[in-house]
């Protein structure tokens, strides 16, 4: 059984004049258990959309999305967001970690909406990714590399099927931007998670055997949000 299999996928948005615009429409797309995949396209070209249909933040139009042989489009809200805390971990391209919580707590709370609290191994994430002195340290209090780090460990807490990463190396300068490749996919392996990044970035899509091209994934021409 595949990990993700995704089938006549489309996704529409309303216009001010009641039309629509299609944004995206995706044919076929597979990955296998302990795939990493990196797909390559322009900023603005929907990618986004995909990961969050994926995901289940948006709710597609039409098609087939299964993870591990659930099909997640006929699921309520409700069951996606349960699977999705579970099964599915996230790396925002903004990390999206809370300001008010420090790095131990961010990760924790990403776990109280999955398996449940486990502070032990939210500490031994921290630590493997180099922030074992930053456990009480604030968001503000570390640089864009360390919350990178901090956004990683929290993707991971749950022990995810699949790792979805959006622009991951966005705001990283490209010593960074390797290392959190490099950390990802480690982090990935020891887990035997599926990854799926998105990215712009031609240093990323090296560091991936697997590429796909999104202007041929995606069959909606034109730039989107």
Avoid at 132 to 158: D, F, I, K, M, T
Wanted: a neutral charge.
């Amino acid at each position: 059984m595949a990990l993700l299999e995704i089938q006549n996928l489309e996704k529409n948005y309303p216009l001010p004049d009641s039309e629509c615009i299609k944004v995206l429409d995706v044919r076929d797309f597979k990955m296998e258990r302990g795939d990493k995949v990196v797909i390559h396209g322009e900023s603005g070209s929907g990618k986004t959309t995909f990961l969050h249909l994926i995901a289940g933040i948006l709710s597609a139009d039409s098609g087939s999305i299964k993870l591990g042989g659930k099909e997640l489009l006929n699921m309520p809200q409700s069951a996606r967001d349960r699977l999705r805390a579970t099964s599915i971990g996230y790396i925002f391209q903004t990390f999206n970690l809370l300001q008010g919580f420090t790095c131990l707590e961010n990760v924790l709370l990403g776990m109280s909406f999955g398996h449940g609290i486990d502070d032990a191994r939210a500490r031994q994430l921290l630590t493997v990714v180099g922030l074992e002195n930053r456990l009480n340290h604030y968001p503000r209090q570390l640089s864009v590399g360390q919350q990178q780090r901090v956004a990683l460990a929290r993707a991971l807490a749950n022990r995810p099927k699949l790792v979805l990463a959006d622009e991951p190396t966005g705001n990283l300068d490209p010593a960074n931007s390797r290392a959190a490749i490099e950390l990802l996919q480690e982090l990935c392996d020891a887990d035997g998670a599926g990854l799926l990044v998105v990215s712009h970035d031609m240093k990323v899509m090296d560091s991936f055997s697997s590429k796909v091209s999104w202007a041929k994934l995606n069959r909606v021409t034109g730039e989107m949000k």
